[in-house]
């Protein structure tokens, strides 16, 4: 990706005034009660990872300390999806005049390699562009918090905790701190649950002792070869739906794999354990996350249809980056070789993963 090139002041669109340093980190112009050093951290005294202390402080406080810790996350949050946006600006406009030379030259080929990357730089920035304005109101209304009575303060917050990927139950808990704390925590999870289809679960049970959560599958992505196109016209090859599993302590991403194709297994073979997935990030990182056990297609009833359910295992440093980059690619190992996908559900995982946390 392109390095910003120069030191500059800019404003975002919640109007935080912000100065771009030349190494591309960033520090807040202006004097806020969340102080955001040049390293694009917020400093130690305020920082979200610390937690309100419930035995040391007033509940009046901790509800301060939460509104501060929601407005600090939502603030870095617009900042990161601002530089990411122009990021991709200046990479669409440097392909754009490789694009103008490359048609001087009437060199075909690099003109057509440039139209397909302008092509995915342009989605990219599309997507980008709608995270940034979400980005931007969730700071809005984070600063409108503290004008809130009890009652909308607690549904505001639980709606910003939500968006932010962040557990606020622990601040929710000393505003109504005549409730027993699992009762609260149980109350914030009810209400996430009625926010949006995402937050309802196919499964919460014991076995062995160790409780299993698993949220509804929902669709995922789409995948039909261009030489099948012709063929597939009103049905895609590859329909695929995803859910994330929390046995204990542990995650794993649900993958229901379903394909239009007697032939399944001939073109595609079966996945095998610890075949990779890799996950990239529409910033540019990616992750690798790797089979739990060797998966064979089953044939549905009725469709003929080939299934695959793999589950692919999560460790922490992955949840947290997932709960905080939409997705951009996934691809797949199969033992037949590795296939990727492009992803439009791009923030499935991050909600379904937040949904997993308030619990």
Known sequence: MLQLQAQRHITTLSGQKVQILQNGTWQKSDISATNIDSSGMINASESPEKKPSVTNSTSNNI????????IALAEKKEIETFILVDILDKEVAMKEVQLSQARQLKNKEFESTLKNEIADLKTKQKTAEKIYKNDAENVKKSHHLIKLKEAELNKSMIDLGQSLNINIAPYLTVIKSSSPKNEEISSVSSKSKGKKDVCLFLRDEKVNNVRIIETNAEPFYTFTPEKLKNYFKERELMDVNMSVIKKGKEYFI???????????AKNYGHLSKENLMRIQFIT???INLYCSDDVYGGTETYTGNI?????YSINNENVKMLLKSPIDKVGIMWTSGFETYDIYNVDLIMNHLACLKII
């Open 284 to 286: 540019g990182n990616s």
């Open 307 to 311: 299934v695959f359910k793999a589950e």
């Open 63 to 70: 509800t301060i300390e939460g509104i501060k810790y929601i």
């Open 254 to 264: 649900h993958l229901i794999i379903k394909i239009s194709s007697k032939d399944a």
